[in-house]
């Protein structure tokens, strides 16, 4: 199967690629979207499961995002009036989630572009013509691609066609982070929705069935700090989530519980070390860019500004 011709291939369907590929759409040109994932989310991922007849849903990635940009207020602005949006003030004053999971303000962004999930950029090849893309099972042409994955796919992924590029997304590190997704059949006797340490195995814990627009069984989100998820890295999930869960109940003091969920997800690539000042890069003799948070910082609003300034970059 091969792949239509566009103007613009972005690689990854973050909030970085998206933003990105949003700018670039609105200004007439052709723009497909790859990503790897099954569908919107990435880090603002959201998990669906059934307990007890009802679909429960887990923000098991990002939990919260602020805008404090102006380019980006008003963006979410404009989610809030379209319901995906809403403030989270259990997180403080400038916290906002997505409703009804983390994943609705991609959903909404992924909506409007051709997007193809499920489709992993395999190789790039620079030709006369412009660029090719192999992927599984499909072959992409275009102008121009721009890469929006974590600094460690990347690397990999420009290793041959742009050493420059991939040198800089080496020499960036990400830590790793384990998140424990956990549902009860009572209400946890511990009485904040959020709880947060810096020294503790557990750096942050939330009530996720608190936050705005969910509803079903008590489900708690807990991630463990970077330590503790790397002493932990290349255990299986499945003995993660009890010891993370113990981690949970000792940290907080709050009375263990037995749950009737129990899953957990490791995120290799949770928490980079930004390039400060970066933002994005674009090389217009090879026709290839890069974005994303590893280029400004670890927040949901960087990766969205390090898309935004990318698209700048292009059409300068």
């Not at 973050?14 to 200004?27: F, Q």
């Not at 919107?40 to 991922?45: H, L």
């Not at 679909?55 to 990002?62: I, Q």
């Not at 790397?230 to 949970?248: C, G, M, Q, S, T």
């Amino acid at each position: 199967m091969d792949g239509q011709h566009s103007d613009f291939l972005i690689i990854g369907a973050g909030m970085a690629g998206l933003a990105c590929a949003g700018e670039l759409a609105r200004s007439g040109a052709r723009v497909t979207v790859l990503d790897k994932g099954r569908g919107p989310g990435g880090r603002m991922a959201a998990r669906r499961v059934e307990i007890g007849g009802e679909t429960v849903s887990f923000d098991h990635g990002a939990q919260y995002f602020t805008a404090r940009d102006p380019a980006f207020r008003s963006v979410v602005a404009q989610w809030e009036q379209a319901g995906v949006a809403a403030r989270w003030l259990a997180a403080g004053d400038e916290a906002w989630v997505g409703v009804p999971g983390m994943n609705a303000p991609i959903r909404t962004m992924a909506s409007a572009l051709d997007v193809r999930w499920g489709v992993r950029a395999e190789r790039l090849v620079r030709g006369a013509e412009g660029w090719q893309v192999e992927a599984e099972g499909a072959l992409f042409t275009a102008d121009t691609v721009l890469v929006a994955v974590p600094a460690e796919q990347a690397a990999a992924l420009l290793a041959d066609c742009a050493p420059d590029l991939a040198t800089l997304a080496a020499g960036v590190q990400s830590a790793p982070c384990w998140a424990v997704m956990a549902a009860f059949d009572v209400p946890l006797p511990f009485a904040p929705d959020t709880f947060r340490s810096d020294t503790a195995p557990v750096s942050w814990a939330a009530r996720n069935s608190a936050k705005p627009g969910r509803a079903g069984a008590e489900a708690w989100v807990i991630h463990a700090s970077p330590s503790r998820s790397r002493e932990l890295v290349d255990v299986p999930k499945d003995e993660v989530a009890p010891i993370l869960l113990a981690d949970f109940f000792a940290a907080t003091g709050a009375a263990p519980a037995t749950p009737v969920h129990l899953d957990a997800h490791r995120w290799l690539y949770a928490l980079p070390q930004a390039l400060a000042g970066e933002g994005a890069r674009f090389d217009p003799a090879l026709g290839l860019g890069i974005a994303g948070d590893w280029l400004h910082g670890p927040r949901v609003e960087r990766a969205f500004l390090s898309g935004r300034a990318l698209a700048g970059l292009v059409r300068d």
